[in-house]
């Protein structure tokens, strides 16, 4: 008998590392939840991975709402009966000195960042209890191991290190369960928003960016994919609790 193709949710699918992700899990056969804040984008992705065959639903939510995430969770449970893989990617970035950074805006970084990663593992671990298996991965950051500040993103490096003591708080937790909980840590990955933010920036960053990466370059989205898409299949059976650093050599 046939198993039934594996149900992932993955956040922030709307662009970046997300929409990469959840287009590189469709073509590895899984039915994939496209979730993301922004509903029309979210909506565009999974019509484009339906357009080519693949399974897929737009799912609109704010990570950091409980009740959002509780129906996001119960939306995709209720269209395909399980779920097998959550992907964390949806992220929200800062780049200010850290004596500029309000506590309100400390605060919407970690309510998405790490509140969100927190409220999502919650509301979908009960789903993998109750099937005896299930994949979590984190998308963290190299700032969250190295820290932040030279760049002016203080308050990104705090929710991504936090993020990084909860993926293996919970791989701990549930590992008997048959829940694995593993995370990424990107370095600099030129996104679509990166792209942008760089019309910002003054002449030379990138290029000191570079220097201090090994591989003197940054990472495409898909490549960042590829090792979520690893971390979430079953080649990674036997691998739980760990930070997977796809960042080019930088934390050498």
């Known amino acids: 008998m046939n198993q039934p193709a594996p149900v992932a949710i993955v956040t922030g699918a709307a662009s970046g590392i997300g929409e990469a992700t959840a287009k590189l899990l469709a073509e590895r056969g899984y039915r994939v939840a496209v979730a993301d804040l922004r509903e029309e984008a979210a909506e565009r992705v999974a019509s484009a991975l339906r357009v080519d065959g693949r399974d897929a639903l737009a799912v609109a939510v704010d990570v950091a709402d409980e009740a959002q995430v509780q129906r996001m969770v119960a939306q995709v449970v209720e269209h395909w009966q399980r779920l097998d893989v959550l992907v964390n990617s949806a992220g929200l970035e800062s780049a200010k000195p850290f004596l500029d950074i309000s506590l309100d805006e400390f605060r919407r970084v970690i309510d998405?960042?790490?509140?969100?990663?927190?409220?999502?593992?919650?509301?979908?671990?009960?789903?993998?209890?109750?099937?005896?298996?299930?994949?979590?991965?984190?998308?963290?950051?190299?700032?969250?191991?190295?820290?932040?500040?030279?760049?002016?993103?203080?308050?990104?490096?705090?929710?991504?290190?936090?993020?990084?003591?909860?993926?293996?708080?919970?791989?701990?937790?549930?590992?008997?369960?048959?829940?694995?909980?593993?995370?990424?840590?990107?370095?600099?990955?030129?996104?679509?928003?990166?792209?942008?933010?760089?019309?910002?920036?003054?002449?030379?960053?990138?290029?000191?960016?570079?220097a201090a990466t090994p591989m003197g370059r940054g990472a495409q989205p898909r490549e960042i994919a590829a090792v979520i898409a690893f971390l979430a299949s079953n080649d990674a059976s036997f691998v739980t609790g760990h930070v997977y650093n796809a960042d080019g050599g930088t934390a050498i």
Do not use: H
Request: proline content about 3%.
């Open 112 to 210: 998405v960042n790490t509140a969100g990663t927190w409220l999502c593992c919650q509301q979908a671990i009960p789903q993998m209890l109750k099937q005896g298996s299930g994949a979590i991965v984190n998308v963290s950051s190299i700032a969250g191991q190295k820290g932040g500040g030279l760049l002016g993103t203080a308050a990104y490096a705090t929710s991504k290190g936090a993020v990084i003591a909860l993926t293996k708080s919970l791989a701990r937790e549930f590992a008997k369960a048959g829940i694995r909980v593993n995370a990424v840590a990107p370095a600099f990955t030129l996104t679509d928003f990166v792209r942008r933010q760089l019309d910002t920036k003054p002449e030379g960053f990138v290029d000191t960016i570079y």
